[in-house]
């Protein structure tokens, strides 16, 4: 039996067809233009954050995002540490799936800086883990690409310095929960921290080019002289503010390495030193305000060593003839200072110290600020050997403060290191006359134009300072093969805007510096290079056509028997 399938005709008309394709073709342009607005108003927005939603930008607090924690910038805006989103790589041993050796030797290919027992340790822990905290993103894939489902990635607040290690010991870094633990970070967290100002970015003193400048040529230095490390500071005279601090060795705080704590150490402020001879001016310029030093041209005995309570002070390059006030500092003279403070006398001594704060930690607005160490015995002997800079330890920025004071017609000002910007600088308090700094201006210049400092001198700035090379203490006396080399300058010396001081830790005398370990061959030739370079970055240019007037005091320099 056949089955007959019968098909009902199909019967389409040639408008019907037309009209589904009109129908067709109209849905098709409402999505195209559906798809249309909501592009150009997806541009419109864009276009609108762009050029006029800068309050989402600045992180401001009206309304706009506001940062984890505030950004740090230098005086112009260079931003120097930033809160940004990072990854994280952590592990959840009981969800791991692959064998934990086999799991230690993929990890220890991404990570070959950590020891493979360590990532075994994790693996193998009780409690999920961190791999790592801060992981680049090529890290993330490789450990991705492992294809365990116990390890994740969450997303975290990491904090960045973008210039790695520069201005290191001033920023600072955080610990693993975001507290600051040093540097600014550590001094200024709740500002750092607070909802109500972390919108704003906080802008220091500092300047980053200049920075820059201070830390490559000091770094250069240290390096060429193998010495241990350095210490530098440009400061300015009138205001406290500092445009660059450097310490070496230093570090980079986006990756911190648990052996290396020395270098974590800012020597600027947390080091003491015995400075040695930069110590003189300040005793001269005592004398001279006390009355003690009245005329230039007096002479002093430097015939043969003085002998002090069992004590022999000597120079290290002998004169042996008389000097005048002018020659003890061209000279740098240890007998003719040290006759000149016991001439001073011990409570002035001690008085224009303590004026200088070096009885207490340096004043700047930081946490690492080291107390000195004071002379526990105000003899005779001790006044005289501190007027040359033995017997008494400060930090660096101590004595960067008290030239200040020395250049700028006499008002000592503390250190900060955040941006006065349209505030007034701090009133200050006067230490030294402003005839006896205008002196002391004439004769920290003689010492460079004619003196040990020749090496500092910076064409048409007009570089003024003073030499200083100290033996460091140790047992049973100080070490003649340990030197602590310091050149502390100002510039330009008929009007000083900026002081300049250059420390380095135990030069070695080698080809680069003609073998020797002394400050005028090699701090001094560092601040020449930085003063060169940085000068015109803060606004001081050279000028071959001015100087310091110093016609009444060369008459009194004796050259190879010549003048007096």
């Known amino acids: 039996m056949n089955t007959l399938v019968v098909?009902?005709?199909?019967?389409?008309?040639?408008?019907?067809?037309?009209?589904?394709?009109?129908?067709?073709?109209?849905?098709?342009?409402?999505?195209?233009?559906?798809?249309?607005?909501?592009?150009?108003?997806?541009?419109?927005?864009?276009?609108?954050?762009?050029l006029f939603d800068t309050g989402s930008q600045t992180g401001s607090r009206t309304g706009g995002f506001i940062p984890a924690r505030a950004d740090i910038v230098d005086r112009n805006g260079v931003p120097l540490a930033r809160t940004i989103d990072g990854y994280a790589i952590r592990v959840v041993p009981e969800k791991l799936l692959n064998n934990r050796q086999y799991l230690a030797d993929e990890l220890h290919k991404i990570f070959p800086d950590t020891p493979r027992a360590e990532l075994l340790a994790k693996l193998s822990g009780p409690r999920p883990t961190y791999i790592r905290r801060r992981a680049l993103p090529d890290q993330v894939a490789a450990v991705n690409a492992i294809g365990d489902v116990g390890f994740d990635f969450p997303r975290e607040k990491e904090r960045l310095y973008p210039q790695l290690s520069l201005a290191a010991h001033v920023l600072g870094f955080i610990n693993a929960?975001?507290?600051?633990?040093?540097?600014?970070?550590?001094?200024?967290?709740?500002?750092?921290?607070?909802?109500?100002?972390?919108?704003?970015?906080?802008?220091?003193?500092?300047?980053?080019?200049?920075?820059?400048?201070?830390?490559?040529?000091?770094?250069?230095?240290?390096?060429?002289?193998?010495?241990?490390?350095?210490?530098?500071?440009i400061l300015d005279v009138h205001t406290g503010e500092i445009a660059a601090m450097t310490s070496l060795p230093t570090y980079n705080p986006n990756k911190l390495?648990?052996?290396?704590?020395?270098?974590?150490?800012?020597?600027?402020?947390?080091?003491?030193?015995?400075?040695?001879?930069?110590?003189k001016p300040l005793t001269v310029a005592a004398a001279i305000d006390a009355g003690t030093v009245t005329s230039m041209a007096r002479r002093y005995d430097a015939t043969q060593p003085l002998a002090i309570a069992g004590f022999r002070i000597r120079d290290s390059h002998p004169s042996r003839r008389w000097l005048n006030v002018p020659e003890t500092l061209i000279h740098s003279s240890n007998i003719t200072t040290a006759r000149i403070a016991d001439e001073l006398g011990r409570e002035k001594m001690e008085a224009i110290f303590r004026s200088l704060e070096f009885d207490g930690r340096p004043q700047i607005n930081l946490k690492e600020r080291a107390f000195p160490l004071w002379p526990r015995d105000w003899g005779r002997l001790t006044t005289m050997t501190t007027g040359y800079g033995h017997g008494i330890a400060v930090t660096p920025l101590h004595l960067a403060s008290a030239y200040a004071a020395l250049v700028n017609g006499g008002i000592y000002r503390p250190a900060t290191i955040t941006k006065l910007g349209d505030a007034p600088p701090p009133k200050g308090r006067r230490v030294f006359k402003a005839a006896t700094s205008a002196r002391m201006r004439q004769l920290l210049r003689l010492i460079v134009s004619d003196g040990t400092g020749k090496k500092a001198e910076a064409p048409g700035f007009r570089v003024g300072g003073k030499t200083g090379s100290a033996?460091?203490?140790?047992?049973?006396?100080?070490?003649?093969?340990?030197?602590?080399?310091?050149?502390?300058?100002?510039?330009?010396?008929?009007?000083?805007?900026?002081?300049?001081?250059?420390?380095?830790?135990?030069?070695?005398?080698?080809?680069?510096?003609?073998?020797q370990r002394t400050a005028g061959w090699t701090a001094a030739p560092v601040v020449s290079k930085v003063v060169m370079r940085a000068g015109p970055m803060l606004g001081v240019f050279p000028d071959e056509s001015r100087d310091v007037d110093v016609s009444e005091l060369t008459p009194l320099l004796w050259r190879n028997g010549e003048g007096v």
């Open 7 to 50: 098909r009902p005709t199909r019967v389409r008309t040639a408008g019907v067809r037309q009209q589904i394709l009109l129908t067709a073709q109209q849905r098709l342009m409402i999505l195209m233009l559906l798809f249309m607005a909501a592009f150009f108003l997806v541009s419109v927005r864009l276009v609108y954050f762009a």
């Open 177 to 233: 929960d975001g507290e600051g633990v040093s540097g600014v970070e550590g001094a200024f967290e709740s500002r750092l921290t607070d909802a109500a100002t972390r919108g704003e970015p906080l802008a220091l003193s500092i300047d980053a080019r200049v920075q820059g400048v201070l830390e490559s040529e000091l770094g250069s230095a240290v390096t060429n002289l193998e010495a241990l490390g350095g210490a530098g500071i």
């Open 257 to 279: 390495v648990p052996d290396n704590m020395a270098a974590r150490r800012n020597a600027v402020t947390h080091n003491l030193y015995e400075l040695g001879s930069t110590f």
């Open 471 to 515: 033996e460091k203490p140790g047992a049973g006396g100080y070490r003649r093969s340990s030197v602590v080399a310091t050149f502390a300058a100002a510039f330009p010396m008929d009007n000083p805007r900026y002081v300049v001081l250059v420390m380095i830790d135990e030069p070695k005398g080698n080809a680069y510096s003609s073998g």
